[in-house]
C-alpha cells in the first residue's frame, strides 16, 4: 500500500508518519528545495509559545528516518491518471509513480500586501508585513531579535500592529475570515512588550477572533501587559519626514477618527489558497470554493473526502488553520485513509 | 480488541462508528436513557442549516446496525482499575466489563443563566435561553416553529439577542469564550428573520468570533438579511408591565449606552465542562485544565492521549467545539487508537 502526500508542510509531514505507524508507505512530493513549509520560519507559537522551529525540525527528523516515507523535494505532479483503483502520477522531474491514494496537503498562500496600497507596504520601509515582523521577533533572524526599523536602524518603540490586511474584505474579493491573524498578531504584541518592557504595542482590530482553548488567555494576558487594543479599520498609513508612519484610523468603540504615529507597522497579512490551487484542481479534477480554498465532500461528514475516490485533502487547503488543528487533520485523513485502503485490498 | 466510549454524543457515536470500519469492538456508555448527545435537539445547525436531527438520526442507526456497537444506556462508570494492559471498568448497573483503551467523549454542560441575575432570567417568562430559543424555532417543538412568547402566547416581533452569557466573564469564573456561541445565535437569528419577515432581531455582542469556514459567509448573510448588531455587554434587562423586556447597554461602538425594549430576549449560553467532569478525572485519575475542561498530554501534538496510557479523549471534553470539529476529532481518535492498539497487540 502506497500513498503520495503532496505538500511537506506540518500537515504532509505529520499525515506521512501517521500513515507509517500503520506500515504504510508513502512518498512525499514537495514542490519547494526543502520540506518543512511555513512554520519552520516561526521561532514561537501560539498559544503557548512553544518553538515552531523545533516542532518542525522533529517533524523532518522523523520522516527523514522511517524507513516508509520517501520525500522528494523540487518536485511537482504534472498529471495523473486513474488506473482500476489505482493511480499513476507523473511528477516534474520525469519520475512515474503508481500509489493506491492521494493526498493533498498543499497549504496556503500569505496575502500580497501591496494589494491593500493604502497602508504604503513595500513604499514605506516602516511599513512591514507580520512575517517579515515574525523574523524580526527570532533571536536566530537577521536582527538577533531586535525591532530595528528598515530605515535607520533604530530600534522601534512604537509599534502599531493592523489586524485583518487582506481578509474580511468584499473590495479585495476576500470575504472570509484568516482565522489565525488574530491570535499571531496576539502572540507577537506579547513577545515585543516581553522582550523590552518600554515597547509601545498598539493593535488595530476589526474583531478580536481568539477563539480557540487558550487564544482568549492569551489575549487577556496581552492586555494585563499593556498592550492596546483599538478597534477600527485603518484607513491610511502615511510617511513622516523622519520616517515615522502615521495612521489615520475610525476608533469605532468611541465613535471618532483617531490618529498615531509609530517607528514601525506591521501588517497582520491574511490567507489565500496555494499559488497552484487552479493548476491542481485541474490536474486533480476536484473542486474549489468560492473562496478559492479547496472543497471537501462534505465538510462535516466527509472532510477529507473529494469528488474523486482516492483523493483526499488535509490542513489548511480547504480554508485556513491553526497548527495544533493541521495536526488534528492529519491523524485524521490517516485514519480515513487506513480505513480507504483496508477497504480497496479487501475488495481485490 | 475492545474498547469502551464513554459518552453517546456526537463524538461518542462517530467515534464508535470509525473503530467498527477498523473491525474494533466499541462498548458505549451513556449516562442518559438515549444516545444522540445534545446535537438531536437541534433542527438546524450551522453554517448550512442542515438538519442536526438528522446527522444524529444517522449516527444512531450506525451504532445500533453495527454488529462491532454496544450501547449501554442509563449506565455510568464507577470505578475502574487496570491490570497489566487492559482495564477493567465497573459500572452502575453492576456490570463489570474488560477493555483495552478507554475513549471519554463526555461532551460539555450549557452554563446556568440564572447565574447572571442582571438578565433576570428564570425571574420574567420572556428571558429565555439561546437552547429554548432552538426549540421555539423547531417545527415539531413545542410552538411548531413559531415563536410565542411565554408570558401571554402573543407572537415576538422584536427579539434581543445577548451573546457571551456565561463566557469570557472573570466575574463568574468563566474567562474563556465558548466558540460557538457566535456562530449558533447568528444561525438562530437568521432563522427568526427567514420564518418572519417583520421580526427585528438585534444581537448584543463583544466580538463576532464568525471564524471558521462559512462562518463569516453567515454573518455577512446575517447582516444583509437585516439583523442588527449592536457591540456592547448588557448590564440589565427589566420587565415592563405588559411584559416587554427593556435592555440596557453601553454601545460601545457609539461610545453611549444604549437601551430598547424587546418582546422576547434569548440568553446565549456558554459552555461549561461537563457536570461530572470532576468526578471523572478523579475516577480515571487523569488532569483537568483552569478552565475545568479535560488536559490532553499535549494539545499539538498528542490532543488525545491523557497522562495514564490507553485512556483518550475527544470532542468537547477538552473545550467546547463545533459539530464538525467534534467528528474531525472522532476519525482523530480512532486513528490514534487503532494506532495504540496494534502496537500492544504486537508487544504481548
Redesign the interface.
Known amino acids: 500500500m502506497r500513498v503520495l502526500v503532496l505538500g511537506g508542510g506540518i500537515t504532509g509531514l505529520k499525515t506521512a508518519f501517521?500513515l507509517s505507524?500503520?506500515d504504510i508507505e508513502t512518498i512525499i512530493v514537495e514542490k519547494s528545495s526543502e520540506i518543512g513549509g511555513k512554520v519552520k520560519r516561526y521561532d514561537k507559537i501560539f498559544p503557548?509559545f512553544?518553538s515552531g522551529k523545533n516542532?518542525v525540525k522533529n517533524l523532518i527528523a522523523s520522516a527523514r528516518n522511517s524507513p516508509n516515507i520517501t520525500v522528494l523535494e523540487n518536485s511537482t505532479v504534472t498529471n495523473v491518471a486513474k488506473n482500476n483503483r489505482s493511480y499513476t502520477a507523473s511528477l516534474s522531474d520525469g519520475k512515474i509513480i503508481e500509489v493506491d491514494a492521494i493526498i493533498l496537503t498543499c497549504g496556503f498562500e500569505v496575502f500580497d500586501a501591496t494589494r491593500q496600497p493604502e497602508y504604503g507596504y513595500s513604499v514605506y520601509p516602516n511599513v512591514i508585513t507580520s512575517m517579515e515582523l515574525e523574523s524580526f521577533l527570532n533571536p536566530e533572524g537577521p536582527t538577533k531579535g531586535k525591532l530595528l526599523r528598515p530605515s535607520d536602524g533604530k530600534v522601534a518603540k512604537r509599534i502599531a500592529i493592523i489586524f485583518c490586511v487582506g481578509s474580511?474584505n468584499m473590495k479585495i474579493g476576500n470575504?472570509?475570515?484568516s482565522?489565525i491573524c488574530c491570535s499571531y498578531s496576539t502572540k507577537q504584541a506579547i513577545e515585543i512588550k516581553e522582550n523590552d518592557e518600554e515597547a509601545m504595542v498598539t493593535c488595530f482590530y476589526m474583531?478580536?477572533?481568539?477563539?480557540?482553548?487558550?487564544?482568549?488567555?492569551m489575549y487577556?494576558y496581552a492586555q494585563e501587559i499593556g498592550v492596546k487594543y483599538i478597534?477600527g479599520r485603518v484607513s491610511e498609513c502615511s510617511v513622516l519626514p523622519d520616517g515615522n508612519i502615521q495612521v489615520r484610523a475610525e476608533n469605532?468603540?468611541?465613535?471618532k477618527p483617531v490618529q498615531g504615529v509609530f517607528d514601525l507597522v506591521s501588517l497582520s497579512v491574511g490567507m489565500m489558497p496555494c499559488v497552484d490551487a487552479e493548476e491542481l484542481a485541474g490536474i486533480f479534477g476536484i473542486e474549489r470554493?468560492k473562496?478559492g480554498?479547496f472543497l471537501s465532500k462534505d465538510?462535516?461528514?466527509f472532510?477529507h473526502d473529494t469528488s474523486k475516490e482516492g483523493v483526499f485533502l488535509a490542513g489548511s487547503i480547504?480554508?485556513l488553520k491553526p497548527?495544533?488543528?493541521c495536526?488534528?487533520?492529519a491523524?485524521?485523513v490517516?485514519?480515513?485513509v487506513?480505513?480507504y485502503l483496508?477497504d480497496l485490498y479487501k475488495n481485490r
Open positions: 501517521t505507524e500503520f503557548d512553544r516542532l474580511r470575504p472570509y475570515c482565522r474583531d478580536i477572533r481568539t477563539y480557540g482553548r487558550g487564544f482568549e488567555e487577556q478597534r469605532t468603540l468611541l465613535g470554493g473562496d480554498f465538510d462535516d461528514l472532510p480547504t480554508g497548527i495544533r488543528d495536526f488534528l487533520d491523524m485524521s490517516s485514519g480515513r487506513v480505513s483496508t
